[in-house]
């Protein structure tokens, strides 16, 4: 069967011999950790503990703030310290939650439900949603939102996302070698909440050994299979993997995976829901990339959720040159930073460490008509148009040409020969827009 793909899309040079070939290390357990309320897509999570608390590894130090929200969950055992603003992976501030280690990592009560398979789906949701489980492989939606479609939408397809297809990026790929048998136990549990008859692990093909241990995991497995896919970026965005999958296409204008009868996992994701309901583990830890030129030992660490990029950074040996540019997440989606004092999320998939050169900026030019963003874009829209309409305010005309369509993958500014800032006024537009759509409601 061939590779499958999606129309548009770049295909940037992956950057990902750095660290591909480094196994998963768990990473020490740090001496203080900061706990962000608010790490995915919702409304923060409200804090239930005070200063001077003591907490153990596991337990639950903020309550959800809403349907659309998550709790979250000390990763590690000692003393809440602070609850305080604090710099935050998106380049903000957000209030956390700072707990100072005691050196033990005493865990709370965590069971092993070997029939986890035999629960119910409420069962499994409710788990997952006390675990704090959101999307692992960008936006952090929140899983058990996401698992809860509405009758009128029935879901007969899951798709696991295997693709990272950002550059430098390789938790996913190593965690794919690593802890396959744990992936497919997540899909099941996926199936069976949802009533999907089929599973789907969407793999690029820069992934070869990945997707040959997949496919003979899965060989016996009913109704899950293995989609090899053309390396095009962004292939893991939710809309385009759909289409190079399963040839569905979810329709722009606020359309969701769901109206199609799919939801989107990522293989990351997957392995938190299969702990969460079998052992009911919270989502405490995730592995994260430490890579880039600059970068002495690129490493996939599996790391405790909170721990403070800079020690990442020091673990991984620290840097051979200057540090120029610093980024959390991918170098297309991701956020620059504007210090190592940041505590990683259930969303950092990456740190990248970029030196002076590499963090050099082009000079904005005017247009130049070319088209090549709007030949590349992934969702058939016209970005500089978009971004024009951003420029002078018309507000009216950016809604018309979908800004709120926008999925932010960065192709057509990595294209423009006039290196403009695309995607900057798109999402000052995506700002606008939403604020007067939400007015209008």
């Known amino acids: 069967m061939g590779l499958k793909s999606f129309p548009g899309g770049i295909h940037p040079h992956d950057e990902k011999h750095y660290s591909k070939d480094a196994p998963i290390e768990v990473m020490p357990l740090p001496a203080k950790v900061v706990i962000p309320l608010s790490q995915h897509i919702g409304a923060p999570s409200k804090p239930i503990v005070k200063v001077g608390d003591e907490v153990k590894t596991g337990q ?3 309550e959800a703030g809403g ?3 998550i709790p979250m969950h000390a990763s590690i055992t000692g003393k809440i310290t602070k609850i305080a603003a604090y710099p935050h992976p998106t380049g903000t501030t957000q209030m956390a939650v700072e707990i100072t280690g005691n ?5 709370v009560e965590l069971t092993d439900t070997k029939e986890y398979i035999q629960l119910s789906p409420d069962e499994m949701k409710a788990r997952i949603s006390a675990a704090g489980v959101c999307g692992m492989g960008g936006a952090g939606f929140p899983t058990h939102v996401k698992l809860s479609p509405p009758p009128e939408k029935p879901i007969d397809t899951i798709v696991l996302n295997g693709v990272e297809c950002e550059p430098f990026l390789t938790a ?3 965690i794919m070698l690593e802890q396959a048998d744990f992936i497919i136990n997540g899909l099941e549990i996926l199936m069976k909440i949802t009533g999907a008859t089929r599973g789907l692990i969407g793999i690029e093909a820069n992934k070869p050994d990945a997707i040959k241990l997949l496919k003979t995991k899965c060989a016996s497995k009913q109704g899950i299979s293995v989609v090899g896919c053309k390396l095009r970026y962004p292939q893991g965005a939710e809309k385009q993997l759909i289409y190079a999958t399963t040839k569905r296409r979810v329709p722009n ?4 995976p769901m109206d199609v009868g799919v939801v989107v996992q990522n293989v990351g994701t997957a392995i938190a ?3 969460a309901v079998r052992y009911k583990k919270p989502l405490i830890e995730r592995v994260i990339t430490v890579t880039g030129k600059i970068v002495k030992n690129p490493k ?3 790391a405790r ?3 403070m990029y800079g020690e990442l950074l020091e673990y991984c040996g620290g840097t051979t040159e200057e540090i120029g540019k610093v980024i959390s997440g991918g170098p297309m989606m991701g956020f620059a930073i504007p210090t190592l004092d940041t505590p990683m999320t259930k969303g950092s998939s990456g740190l990248l460490i970029f030196n002076a050169a590499e963090a050099h900026k082009d000079v904005e030019h005017t247009c130049l008509r070319c088209g090549r963003c709007v030949d590349i874009c992934p969702m058939n829209l016209a970005p500089s148009i978009i971004a024009n309409s951003v420029k002078y305010k018309d507000w009216d005309a950016a809604q018309k040409f979908g800004v709120m369509d926008c999925i932010k993958c960065g192709s057509c500014a990595y294209v423009c020969p006039a290196h403009i800032k695309l995607i900057q006024w798109i999402d000052i537009g995506k700002l606008e827009v939403g604020k007067r759509l939400r007015a209008q409601k």
Do not use: P
């Open 300 to 302: 996939n660490l599996k």
């Open 67 to 69: 349907f659309v929200s």
């Open 172 to 174: 996913d790929y190593r």
């Open 273 to 275: 829901i299969y702990e």
């Open 103 to 107: 050196g033990t990592d005493e865990w």
């Open 60 to 62: 639950v130090i903020s």
């Open 253 to 256: 204008k606020g359309g969701l």
């Open 305 to 307: 959720i909170g721990t």
